[in-house]
């Protein structure tokens, strides 16, 4: 089931940072929030994911509010390769290989990155 | 590159028929997925096997089934197939712990078609 609620679509302009937004009022303390995009039938791809500090990586920024139930994806500097399906999912990442590691996708958000 | 290889990367077959589809998982990881993506279902979690085991099992039909091989190369088993079952299938692999070790990375994919 969805823990999850995401916009369907969004655009932004290229060069601009595009903001992605994701709520989850019901997140359990040891769950995290992850973040996959799809482009076009592609395997889905791994950007970022953070349980309740503010994370960055090469790809993206992922900022967490203070009680968790909402978080939003920013990559600073869209290109047109970044139109893709965005998911924001949370899942236990467990120490053990139990049932609760598989992802769960909603529909996503699809960013479309305008020239 | 995700370092999961699938293959083969398109498959066309005939209602009735059964098809393997093959996955071999990231160098060290123990862990592999299976994700089925139609369109009207998305992505849809199948089965996740832990260094040789069945860990969990998502909404995999009774038609299909999988094995994970002592090499932790894993193959998904299609049998008996329905145009219903036209669909990409994704194959993912992760290591075990927390965090980024339990990140979950997606092979390309096999794209069924079945008609």
């Known amino acids: 089931d969805a823990k999850t609620t995401q916009p369907p679509s969004m655009d932004c302009a290229e060069g601009r940072a595009a903001n992605l937004p994701c709520n989850h009022s019901?997140?359990?303390?040891?769950?995290?929030v992850y973040w996959y995009r799809q482009i076009h039938s592609q395997g889905p791809q791994y950007i970022i994911h953070?349980?309740?500090n503010n994370e960055t990586n090469e790809m993206a920024s992922l900022i967490i509010t203070e009680d968790r139930k909402s978080s939003t994806l920013i990559l600073p500097h869209a290109t047109l390769r970044d139109t893709a399906v965005y998911y924001c999912?949370?899942?236990?990442?467990?120490?053990?290989?139990?049932?609760?590691?598989?992802?769960?996708f909603g529909t996503g958000t699809r960013l479309t990155v305008i020239p | 590159d995700s370092g999961v290889t699938q293959t083969p990367k398109h498959l066309i077959t005939a209602t009735g028929q059964r098809v393997t589809l093959r996955c071999s998982p990231r160098?060290?990881?123990?862990?592999v997925y299976w994700y089925q993506q139609s369109l009207d279902q998305g992505l849809q979690f199948l089965i996740q096997?832990?260094?040789?085991?069945?860990?969990a099992k998502g909404n995999i039909l009774e038609r299909f089934s999988a094995q994970q091989f002592p090499d932790l190369h894993s193959e998904l088993n299609l049998s008996s197939l329905e145009l219903g079952d036209s669909a990409l299938y994704f194959c993912a692999s992760s290591g075990a712990g927390t965090g980024v070790q339990g990140t979950q990375y997606f092979g390309p994919g096999t794209r069924l078609t079945v008609l």
């Open positions: 096997y832990y260094n040789g085991e069945e860990r």
């Open positions: 999912i949370v899942r236990v990442a467990g120490a053990r290989q139990t049932g609760a590691n598989n992802l769960f």
């Open positions: 160098s060290g990881d123990l862990s």
């Open positions: 019901t997140i359990s303390g040891n769950e995290y």
């Open positions: 953070g349980l309740k």
